[in-house]
Structure formats: structure tokens, C-alpha cells
């Protein structure tokens, strides 16, 4: 017996939005019933079945992932949240283009495809390939809508979308995207991957992919990453991904060019203009960008003996207002540092493999001696301890890491230890990484304090600094007179 006039296809089938035709089983696009093995081989089989090359190498040849590109993909579906680390030039445009497209098209109902970079502009790049992508591509370019809106490319028979978003967190707000994609990731403010992250919630089979090229500032997003990786410290769900050169490679080795552009071996990557840009480009611009290496400009943030020429003082009478700061690596080290509302600077406790239970029984000690008015951490790290902290009362706060509280932080800090108006304990492992921390100055002259990339630490050093800060602005408030720092 036939199927009535009204009969409508079942909710999890190809359906739109709103009034439509009838849409029979014998016209659901054939991927819609393949046999594969998991989330990554689907995506692959589509791209490679259906996509052409554009533009560039290969255009107007079928789409082939290399190897390396394939890795990408299955990591990303078998992960959460997947950062990779690669040169410039390794086609990750195009791919995540592919991928975005290969997403919408599986047959799963409103999917929204979300792509967030410093800028709108930078953000739409993607959806712009993705859209060219379309262009060549018969088996679905009829049920895209391309130009109807800049930014956005929408699949018709699914209601999904692909969108490009600016870095602001208000521009997430209501967003629960099954793939969110962050390009150039290392110049990201943390907040912002954060947010994201914490939308996973909202969808079972969300991912997160951030894909960017080394930087010239090693503290960004991307860097920290790579160290929690190399320090085996990355949170569960979360996977890294690095193409990159030996960091005593030569920079006219073209076995490491090899070795950073996988695309080379690929056959789509120029080999001589990479030679080209290694002639004419400053040397430590091309091992940043075609070797995918992280090369430090940082430099020593105090004139020697600037530190050890403040005040000595002794920490704060039992009872005194103070606070606290917490940092160090995400499962490693560990600093605790305090600070009076007059300016004086203590070292708490420190440890190398510091466990949960040990930083729990130091904070502990620390309001049972001080009025602790706050205790301020690296946001990322030892979540779980600093949550049962603050169900237990204690005044627990993240670190703010925009922009200008860092620039402002470290510049008001380091002005007061030139000017001798940081009294402090002396501590010998607070000296030691005052004399590691690092500062990158911007063009306006300003700083920002940042880890050694060296192997020595500085988590004392950026814990004080915390402190020191705080305490100048909670002093303010409740009309203490605060450390003078003009």
C-alpha cells in the first residue's frame, strides 16, 4: 500500500524547515545510508567521493587528504577539544573547510558550524573557501544557500548552517555548535576557548578544532598547550598536534622543511619558494612560520639586583588582611604567594609534583592564619580543588587574563620594584624566579610577564605579581591606603 498524501519523512531523516515538498527514501543523498566505521572515516570517504580542489595545486582534480591531514581528522573525532600546532602554507584553510562542509551535509538536522578568529574578516575566510568548495561540487551546490548572507553558507534540506564569528564572547552567547573551529588559535584570548568548551555541554557530539600557526609570543594559548602536552598535563579530551622543525635544525636544512611542512611531502607545497623565503625573510620570522617553531623574544623583565634592593619585611602579623595567589603548570608545579594590603610581598609554599590534597592543606593554613580576603589562581589550573574551596567558603577567584590587566599588572609591578617600594620576605626560590620570569614589550612600551621557555620556572614570580596586584585593587576598595605605585 502506497504512503498517504500527508506522509512526511521521519524526524532523524533529510528534513527542512517550515512547508516542503515530500521528500521520498529513494531521495536521500547515497552518503546518508553508508556503512563506516566511526565519525572520521565518514568524513573522509565524503570529502574524498565528492570534493575538488579549487584553487592552487591540483585544482579541478578530486580532493585527496594526505596523510598528516587525515591524522587532523580522525584526532579531532576522536578527541574533544583538538589544538594543532603547524607551519603556514599546509592547506589548514582548505581542510577545515572541507571538514565544515563534510559536517553539514551527514544528514543530522540544524547543524551549526561555528568559526571564531580575532576577527570577522579573518573568520569568514574559511566559510569563503568552504563556499568554493561548494561551487565545485554537483552532488549538493543546488541545496546550498552561498551568497545570501556574508559569512554564512546554510545547507537547505538539514537546516545547518556554517558561520564566522569575531573573538568576543558576546558573540558566542546562545551558541551551540556540533563543530567549532578557531582559527589562527594562538591569538585567541583564553576566555574565549573557554566559553566554547564550555558549551560542550549542550551537544553530546560537539568538537572543538584550533589550528594555527606559531606566533612571536610564547605565552599565547597555543604555546601553553604544547608545554602541558610535552609535560604529558593535558585535561582528558584534549589532544595536540605539532609539525615542526628540530630547534637546533638549520634554517636552510631542507630536511627540515620537510620534517615542519608535511604538505611538501604531500605535493602541494612549492619547495623552491620556500627556499626563496628563507633568503629573504629575517631569520627568526621563517623559523617561526615555515619551520613551525616557537622562537623566544623575550627577555629578562628586571636589571640585576633590582629585586633584592627592596625593603626586607617579614610577612604580615597573624590576623592581617592578605592576599593569595596560586600558580604553576596544570598537574605539576606550584607556587603560593601572599601579599599585605600595604604592599609586603611573602613566599607561602612551593612544590615541583604538588598534589591537590598538599596545595588544599596550604590554602587551609593560610585562613587559619591570615583574614584571607581572596585567593587568586591561574584559572586553568587545579579547578576541582579551588571549586571545593569555594563551596567551603574561602574567597576563591580566577586571575582575569585579558589583555590590560596583564599589560597593567606587570607594568605597575615592575615600576615599584625599580622604585624600591616592594617590600618583601627575601625568599631565596622567589628571587630565583624573579630572575627567570620573562617580559615581551609591545610597541607602545608596555609588558607582559611570561614563563621562561627555557626548562626553569617562574610560577613564584607571576604568583607575586598576582598578589601584589590584587592587593592594590582590594585596598582600594575597602579604603586601605594601597601600595603607592605613582
Not at 573547510?97 to 571564531?116: H, K, N, P, T, Y
Not at 622543525?245 to 638549520?250: C, L
Not at 628586571?302 to 604553576?328: F, K, M, R, Y
Not at 605579581?465 to 592594590?472: L, P
Amino acid at each position: 500500500m502506497g504512503k498517504p498524501d500527508t506522509w512526511q519523512p521521519a524526524p532523524d531523516t533529510l528534513n527542512r524547515w517550515g512547508p516542503k515538498p515530500k521528500l521520498r527514501v529513494v531521495e536521500m543523498p547515497p552518503w546518508v545510508g553508508w556503512h563506516v566505521r566511526s565519525e572520521a572515516a565518514q568524513a573522509i570517504r565524503w570529502i574524498e567521493t565528492y570534493l575538488t580542489v579549487p584553487t592552487g595545486h591540483r585544482a579541478g582534480q578530486a580532493f585527496q587528504l594526505a596523510a598528516f591531514q587525515k591524522r587532523i581528522v580522525r584526532t579531532l573525532f576522536d578527541s574533544i577539544v583538538t589544538f594543532v600546532s603547524i607551519p603556514a602554507g599546509n592547506g589548514k584553510t582548505t581542510l577545515l573547510s572541507a571538514l565544515a562542509i563534510a559536517r553539514l551535509v551527514r544528514g543530522d538536522q540544524f547543524v551549526e558550524v561555528d568559526v571564531v578568529a580575532t576577527k570577522w574578516d579573518q573568520a569568514s575566510i574559511l566559510v569563503e573557501q568552504a563556499k568554493r568548495l561548494v561551487e565545485t561540487c554537483p552532488a549538493v551546490a543546488e541545496q546550498f544557500v552561498w551568497y545570501a548572507k556574508p559569512g554564512i553558507l546554510e545547507y537547505r534540506p538539514t537546516g545547518s548552517r556554517l558561520r564566522a564569528h569575531p573573538a568576543r564572547l558576546s558573540s558566542l552567547q546562545g551558541l551551540a555548535p556540533n563543530l567549532a573551529i578557531l582559527d589562527e588559535a594562538g591569538f585567541l584570548p583564553d576566555e574565549l576557548a573557554e566559553a566554547l568548551i564550555a558549551r560542550a555541554v549542550k551537544q553530546p557530539d560537539m568538537r572543538i578544532v584550533g589550528i594555527g600557526t606559531p606566533g612571536l609570543e610564547s605565552g599565547n594559548l597555543l604555546h601553553r598547550l604544547k608545554r602541558e602536552h610535552e609535560d604529558n598535563a593535558l585535561p582528558p579530551g584534549v589532544r595536540y598536534l605539532e609539525w615542526s622543525a628540530p630547534d637546533d635544525a638549520d634554517v636552510h636544512d631542507r630536511r627540515a622543511w620537510r620534517k615542519a611542512n608535511p604538505a611538501l611531502a604531500a605535493g602541494f607545497m612549492n619547495i623552491d619558494a620556500l627556499a626563496m623565503q628563507a633568503q629573504l625573510m629575517p631569520e627568526r620570522t621563517f623559523a617561526t612560520y615555515s619551520l613551525g617553531r616557537w622562537v623566544d623574544q623575550a627577555s629578562s623583565w628586571l636589571p640585576q639586583t633590582a629585586w633584592e634592593s627592596n625593603p626586607l619585611a617579614q610577612a604580615p602579623a597573624d590576623g592581617a588582611d592578605v592576599v593569595i595567589a596560586v600558580w604553576g603548570t596544570y598537574r605539576r608545579t606550584l607556587s603560593v604567594v601572599g601579599c599585605g594590603l600595604d604592599g609586603t610581598v611573602f613566599h607561602c609554599w612551593a612544590a615541583e609534583a604538588a598534589t591537590d590534597d598538599e596545595l588544599h592543606r596550604v590554602l587551609d593554613e593560610c585562613a587559619a592564619r591570615w583574614n584571607v580576603l581572596e585567593v587568586t589562581h591561574l584559572r586553568r589550573i587545579r579547578t576541582a580543588v579551588f571549586a571545593e574551596l569555594h563551596r567551603a567558603g574561602l574567597p576563591v577567584e580566577a586571575w582575569p587574563s585579558d589583555a590590560d590587566t596583564e599589560a597593567t599588572s606587570a607594568n605597575e609591578l615592575y615600576r615599584a620594584i625599580i622604585d624600591g617600594r616592594v617590600p618583601h620576605d627575601h625568599h631565596e626560590l622567589l628571587a630565583e624566579h624573579m630572575r627567570n620570569a620573562r617580559a615581551r614589550h609591545a610597541v607602545d612600551g608596555s609588558l607582559r610577564l611570561l614563563q621562561p621557555d627555557d626548562g626553569t620556572h617562574a610560577d613564584a614570580a607571576l604568583a607575586a605579581r598576582a598578589a601584589w596586584w590584587r592587593a592594590f585593587v582590594l585596598a582600594e576598595q575597602i579604603s586601605v591606603e594601597p601600595p603607592r605605585i605613582y
